[in-house]
Every structure is written in structure tokens, then in C-alpha cells.
């Protein structure tokens, strides 16, 4: 069985294509920015599913994939439930369906890394790249990411790169320069992109009786994005802003 939070049908903004986008409860990241706080807990408001049903919402939106489209995994973090995930995607797989998974590449271990090779795609949250800074973002080290990152590369498995630009935690240019310097050599990255902070999920902690510790910050103008996707463009060669 696997814990699901949510699901969107129809989704433009994780992965090429339309997708379905299943969204996993449990993360082991507590970023300060998190548009789903709800989804961190490891059990939380999620409801057990099994690999049919999930297997029977994807059969029913298969024919509006496309060529491009398919499910996409995301969170919370969903390699900490790769082991239950496997078995999924295998049989995604067999019925033709393409399989992203939405990570923050922290966690490692041998399910997590069968679960990668089963996938299409990747999308690899990198959330600042500085070591310092990234553990005061998001309460974790960067080290796995990083190394999760060269494992893609050296395993020919295509992925994204997604930064979200935070005034004040991420858009230091410095940081990004370094983040391109590592990794703008990479021949796997297909995409950049460069994702906005917003306030949409503030009301949930609100509701959940928590402190939002970005409370202030604001979102990013339009000057702001224009020259982080400059910048990146410098390392990388398809940066879009999400």
C-alpha cells in the first residue's frame, strides 16, 4: 500500500506532457517555503492506496498522456516510500506509461536506487547550493543531493533541475554561480528551471498551527527572475522559469 495525499489530473508543471500528478505523504526535508506542510508528517492526512487503484486512475487518463505525458511522483518526498513505489512503476512501465518521480534526492539506498533506474525522469530539487545555507533552508545537508546528481549523470538517466528563488535564502548569486560551475558539464540535465516563491500554501500553517518562518519575505518581480535566469543561462542551456 502506499500513502497518497493527493492527486492532480491534467498537470502542466511536473514533468513534459500532461500528467497525472500523484502526490506522496511523508518528507524528511522542512523547508521553510513548503507549499505542502501537510504532506511532511509520515502518515498526516493520507489515505492507503493500493498499486490497483493507482494503476486504475493512470489506465483512465492514459489516453490523454500523449506521446510526452504520463504520472508523475511527487510529495512530500517519495523516495521514502520507494520501496512500496517499485512494484508501481514497474507496472506503469509495462503498460506504456512514462514515470517522473519529484525529489529532492536526500535519501539513498538500494530501493531508491532501483526506483531511479525504473523512472524516466528525474526531477532533482536542488535547494541551494550552498551547505550552510541549504541546511538552514531546509533543516538537511545537500551532500546526497549532490551526489544523487553525479549518479544521474554517470548512469545516463535523464532529469531536471529545479531551484526555487527565495530572496534572501536562494538567489544569492554567488550560490547559483557555484551550483553552475558543478553542474553546468552535465549532458543528462534536459532542463533548468527556475521556480518563483510564492505564498500560496501559507494558509495551511495557519490552519495547522504552525509558524511560517519566511513570514516577510516576498515574491520575486519579474526583474528578479529575468536576471536568475540569466545567470543560470550561463551554465546551463535550457533555463525556463517555471
Not at 198 to 227: D, F, I, R
Request: net charge negative; with cysteine.
Amino acid at each position: 500500500m502506499i500513502k497518497v495525499h493527493s492527486y492532480e489530473s491534467m498537470g502542466t508543471f511536473d514533468g513534459p506532457g500532461l500528467r497525472l500528478v500523484i502526490f506522496l505523504q511523508g518528507c524528511n526535508f522542512r523547508c521553510k517555503y513548503c507549499a505542502n506542510p501537510d504532506t511532511i508528517d509520515a502518515t498526516g492526512e493520507s489515505t492507503e492506496t493500493s498499486v490497483e487503484e493507482i494503476m486504475r486512475m493512470a489506465m483512465n487518463e492514459k489516453a490523454f498522456f500523449g506521446k510526452k505525458g504520463g504520472v508523475t511522483f511527487s510529495g512530500g518526498e517519495p523516495t521514502v516510500q520507494a520501496a512500496a513505489l517499485i512494484p508501481l512503476v514497474k507496472r506503469l512501465k509495462e503498460q506504456g506509461i512514462s514515470v517522473c518521480i519529484d525529489t529532492n534526492g536526500s535519501i539513498w539506498n538500494k530501493d531508491v536506487e532501483e526506483l531511479f533506474e525504473l523512472v524516466d525522469i528525474v526531477l532533482l530539487d536542488v535547494k541551494q547550493f550552498n551547505p550552510e545555507r541549504h541546511r538552514a533552508l531546509t533543516g538537511r545537508g545537500n551532500e546526497q543531493t549532490l551526489r544523487t546528481a553525479r549518479w544521474l549523470e554517470e548512469h545516463n538517466k535523464r532529469f531536471w533541475l529545479r531551484y526555487v528563488l527565495v530572496q534572501g535564502h536562494s538567489a544569492f548569486e554567488e550560490d547559483i554561480r557555484a551550483l553552475g560551475e558543478a553542474l553546468g558539464q552535465y549532458k543528462m540535465i534536459e532542463r533548468v528551471e527556475v521556480l518563483p516563491y510564492h505564498t500560496l500554501g501559507v494558509h495551511k500553517y495557519e490552519a495547522m498551527g504552525w509558524k511560517y518562518e519566511l513570514e516577510g519575505v516576498k515574491e520575486n518581480t519579474p526583474e528578479q527572475l529575468n536576471a536568475a535566469q540569466a545567470l543560470f543561462e550561463e551554465y546551463f542551456p535550457c533555463v525556463y522559469v517555471n
